[in-house]
């Protein structure tokens, strides 16, 4: 796997801060404040994507991908970041439809995250630009633009800064179509782009899963990707769709690396020739041509016989995690499932997995309180009843604000042991306490 190595000279800009001793070695003043992984974790440890089952990590495998069509099997693929898928799907579009917009705070000098990196200079400032930092003068233009034709790509920074567009979405965007009538008007092929969810330092206003409030208005579409490949079929397809989209991007997995390990401290001497290397892997490989994947399909990720897991976007890693673990020392079988698109979300193929394990757990980043999860379990209940052999459980983010130090105890993660003392939870959820302690407690407790 081609990895790109960026040196930093310690001694020219670290030990100057004090962040380092002149040995390399972290001071006081440079320890990092918020929260890591245990010492000597053997569940809660940083994913190795490069060997995660949920990534296509050859192109054979991503060829394969039977949503594909034949054109695009044929083809080839590069590996990609999720930034860069987005950044590829992107200037896919503006390159195959002159009606297609890009804009929002920094686009045009490639965003917070290098989304829209160069594509200013390839499409030209009429069509990627810079706005004022105003989300509801954002969303506001990008509405009108598509009422008037266009296809307009607006991008929030954050998810965490989209609250001042809130009316424009839910008021304007969400129900031009409806207001307008037989008079054909609508604001369909609008996208809003935002990246979302924990990254493991962005405390209170860098931190927030909002999904769910946008599930709740009819006429918006909500999707969000796990990967690079679903990154970039998932956003064409929401440029082509004549719905408005919300289109939310984990950000912790933007430039999610293939090792697990990726900084390395090369000290030499004498001291001030110490060296911080970082090494950068690309973690997916991702078709070259033009593709759409489709809206309001989830994916069974991994096909089982005993308990349905549902998730979406980065918690799917975790999730994979943990059922590998849950299967290994349990013998079990879990089907996992990517629903995708979060509204209108894929009812029937999490009806008939329920249905036929009988089982069925939910695991979300973002609050549980009128979360995805208990819509999705309000559903089970209902078309999938008389099959359920235990209650449909919830693992989701915590009911409270993201504080800094405490972002790893407030979202879902793989557990620091497993819960193997009551044997009627072991039968009924297989003990998959392999997703946070502290929740599978609480069930242990309920039980």
């Not at 490069?50 to 080839?76: D, F, G, I, M, Y």
């Not at 409030?213 to 956003?235: C, D, T, W, Y």
């Not at 349905?308 to 020392?329: F, K, M, Q, V, W």
């Not at 757990?361 to 995805?372: K, L, Y």
Request: net charge positive.
């Amino acid at each position: 796997m081609e990895a790109t190595k960026v040196r930093f000279s310690v001694s020219s800009l670290s030990l100057v801060r004090g962040l380092v001793s002149p040995r390399g070695f972290p001071t006081r003043r440079g320890r990092r404040h918020y929260s890591l992984q245990p010492p000597n974790a053997r569940l809660n440890v940083p994913i190795d994507f490069s060997k995660s089952p949920l990534l296509h990590h050859t192109s054979q495998s991503c060829l394969t991908n039977p949503e594909l069509s034949p054109s695009v099997r044929a083809s080839r693929t590069r590996q990609m970041n999720l930034f860069q898928a987005v950044n590829d799907a992107l200037s896919t579009a503006l390159a195959a439809d002159e009606r297609v917009l890009l804009f929002g705070e920094d686009v045009a000098f490639g965003g917070v995250f290098r989304c829209s990196m160069n594509l200013a200079v390839q499409f030209g400032s009429e069509r990627v630009f810079n706005t004022p930092l105003s989300e509801q003068g954002i969303v506001g233009f990008a509405i009108g633009a598509a009422a008037e034709g266009m296809r307009p790509v607006a991008e929030i920074q954050f998810a965490d800064y989209v609250f001042p567009a809130f009316d424009q979405i839910v008021n304007e965007a969400a129900k031009y179509r409806y207001r307008a009538g037989a008079t054909g008007m609508n604001c369909g092929g609008l996208v809003v782009r935002m990246p979302t969810g924990a990254v493991g330092h962005g405390a209170l206003y860098h931190s927030q899963s909002p999904e769910a409030l946008f599930s709740h208005v009819p006429g918006l579409r909500v999707v969000i990707p796990r990967s690079p490949v679903q990154a970039k079929g998932l956003l064409l397809a929401a440029i082509e769709c004549n719905d408005p989209v919300v289109f939310m991007e984990p950000k912790v997995l933007y430039r999610s690396a293939g090792s697990a390990s990726p900084l390395i401290l090369a000290i030499s001497f004498p001291p001030k020739r110490t060296l911080l290397t970082h090494t950068i892997e690309t973690v997916e490989q991702v078709p070259t041509t033009s593709y759409t994947l489709p809206l309001s399909k989830a994916e069974i990720l991994r096909p089982g016989t005993d308990v349905t897991l549902i998730s979406y976007g980065h918690p799917l890693y975790t999730c994979s995690a943990a059922l590998a673990a849950a299967e290994r020392d349990f013998g079990i079988s879990v089907e996992l499932i990517d629903l995708r698109t979060i509204y209108p979300w894929d009812r029937k193929t999490i009806i008939d997995s329920v249905k036929k394990t009988g089982r069925a757990i939910i695991v979300h980043e973002s609050m549980m309180n009128a979360g995805v999860g208990a819509e999705i379990a309000a559903s089970i209940q209902e078309g999938a009843f008389e099959r359920l052999e235990a209650p449909v459980r919830r693992v989701t983010g915590w009911a409270t604000h993201m504080g800094l130090v405490y972002e790893r105890f407030i979202v879902p993660d793989v557990a620091s042991k497993f819960i193997t003392s009551h044997p009627p939870l072991q039968f009924s959820f297989f003990c998959f306490a392999s997703i946070r302690v502290f929740q599978l407690l609480t069930l242990l407790f309920v039980e």
